[in-house]
């Protein structure tokens, strides 16, 4: 459970990366960030590592020690990563309701398999009581002669 957990949360930004990818023409070595202000998002964007604001059409650094870029860099709803058409609010719901859509059915899972084996140990105490019960009625009217063969023939005397 702990791995599908795992990969409910790395999916969609694995997904996010692979359509970057395949999008992606390999970026210009030691070309910096800075350098694609004020061009397009799509020319900023080759470059994984960089981030375009749209409030100021300025490309930069992804500030890669913390995991959302700050609002004093850029707002969230303007900053796009990846790809130009996803800004940073909608990549955190899709995120949430992914994981969320993923985590909770799978508790819920949990909670019936744990309903589903209460249920059968209910069943074999209930099947075990029937069959001492029974073996009591079949000795009562000596029917359980011989306990290793159950099935021996019945004959009249």
């Known amino acids: 459970m702990e791995a599908l957990r795992l990969w409910a949360l790395c999916l969609p930004g694995l997904a996010l990366m692979r359509i970057c990818a395949a999008t992606r023409t390999p970026p210009v070595p030691g070309t910096a960030c800075s350098d694609f202000?004020?061009?397009?998002?799509?020319?900023?964007?080759?470059?994984?590592?960089?981030?375009?604001c749209y409030t100021h059409n300025t490309c930069v650094d992804y500030p890669?020690?913390?995991?959302?870029?700050?609002?004093?860099?850029?707002?969230?709803?303007?900053?796009?990563?990846?790809?130009?058409?996803?800004?940073?609010?909608?990549?955190?719901?899709?995120?949430?309701?992914?994981?969320?859509?993923?985590l909770v059915p799978s508790e819920e899972e949990e909670r019936l398999a744990r309903d589903r084996e209460e249920r059968r140990l209910q069943s074999l105490q209930r099947k075990q009581?029937?069959?001492?019960?029974?073996?009591?009625?079949?000795?009562?009217?000596?029917?359980?002669?011989?306990?290793?063969?159950?099935?021996?023939?019945?004959?009249?005397e």
């Open 64 to 102: 890669v020690r913390s995991i959302l870029p700050s609002s004093s860099l850029c707002h969230l709803s303007a900053a796009r990563w990846g790809v130009c058409w996803l800004n940073f609010e909608a990549l955190i719901i899709a995120i949430a309701v992914i994981a969320g859509l993923i």
């Open 129 to 156: 009581e029937r069959k001492v019960k029974h073996d009591e009625i079949r000795k009562k009217y000596g029917l359980l002669q011989d306990s290793d063969h159950p099935y021996s023939r019945f004959e009249n």
């Open 37 to 52: 202000s004020n061009k397009s998002c799509e020319e900023c964007l080759r470059n994984v590592s960089c981030l375009w």
